[in-house]
């Protein structure tokens, strides 16, 4: 449970650290450069370790998957750019709380309509209540 | 400002899309092999464009420290931690600590302008208004779903190694 409680926290710091490790990267060799760099170290890094794991699954899978899944990857691209250029300008703490926003409400409309096969979730009072309170949470930044 | 909060907005909902999309790929080809097959198509792409925009300044790396080399094995730490969360909390208890981190460690980058950011005055709005969206988002994972969770597979972790 704490080991859980511990991954997950930890999880959650190392992405806001990549958000600002790209941003202060892309300030030395450009945001693009940033993005290309980034992922191509982290591509041969998940290839090393799916290599030597047992259970890292099968490359050659690919050919059962939706081309439009398969391209899902590329978004890397335009959301390290999308969020390296927003920490540049609205600060760190403004740039996740919108990112993390938007991410719950879009989920919450995939799941609403069951779109891309997800199965359909009514979502209820307590969902917009939060994402109401996430985003009064903004404004009161901003106040 | 405007601009700003769109974009971070515009990736937000792409990492929404990317999630599923890599749980619909995690499904034939397995954790590992999906988070390769994501980084590898993320890095074509950003390749490609830098091509387009940058042209051959995207090949000018002068600038470069050594640690930025390294910088994308953060990505797979966050897969990793992300995966065995899920596996010991549950999707709903994990991501939810996550997100918490993740803009609890947003405040602390921009208070004290770690890795040469500019620092950005704190004051009790910002901590108020981050306590607001935590609250926001237990409410949101939490407030009576009537959802059989499905489990989540390893590489929805993908999605959110940005």
């Not at chain 1, 926003?101 to 096969?117: K, M, P, Y």
């Not at chain 2, 590992?32 to 090949?59: D, N, P, Q, Y």
Request: some cysteine; glycine content about 14%.
């Amino acid at each position: 449970m704490i080991k859980g409680i511990l991954f997950a926290f930890l999880g959650g710091a190392c992405i806001t650290l990549q958000g600002v490790a790209n941003a202060r990267i892309s300030e030395s060799i450009g945001t693009w450069q940033a993005a290309t760099l980034t992922q191509l170290t982290g591509f041969i890094m998940a290839f090393a370790i799916y290599l030597f794991v047992k259970d890292g699954g099968d490359l050659r899978g690919f050919t059962k998957v939706k081309p439009l899944y398969l391209a899902g990857g590329a978004f890397g691209s335009v959301i390290i750019f999308g969020e390296v250029t927003a920490i540049h300008t609205v600060g760190v703490t403004f740039a996740i709380a919108a990112l993390l926003i938007a991410q719950l409400c879009v989920t919450f409309l995939i799941d609403t309509f069951g779109w891309f096969g997800t199965v359909k979730n009514k979502m209820g009072a307590p969902q917009f209540i939060g994402l109401a309170m996430m985003i009064g949470g903004v404004l009161l930044m901003k106040l | 400002m405007i601009t700003g909060l769109l974009l971070a907005a515009f990736a937000g909902a792409m990492v929404a899309l990317q999630t599923i999309f890599n749980n619909r790929t995690d499904v034939h080809m397995g954790s590992w092999a999906t988070t390769t097959w994501v980084l590898g198509m993320g890095f074509i792409a950003s390749l490609a464009c830098s091509l387009i925009f940058e042209g051959k300044r995207t090949f000018e790396l002068g600038g470069m420290e050594p640690w930025f080399w390294f910088s994308g094995l953060i990505g797979v730490g966050v897969v990793i931690c992300l995966v065995l969360g899920v596996k010991i909390l549950g999707p709903t208890f994990s991501v939810s600590v996550t997100l918490t981190a993740q803009l609890g460690f947003a405040l602390l980058f921009d208070s004290f302008g770690w890795l040469g950011l500019e620092k950005m005055p704190f004051d009790w709005k910002q901590l108020a208004g981050v306590a607001v969206i935590m609250a926001g988002i237990y409410v949101f994972k939490f407030g009576g779903k009537k959802k059989t969770e499905t489990p989540q597979p390893a590489s929805s972790a993908v999605g959110e190694t940005l």
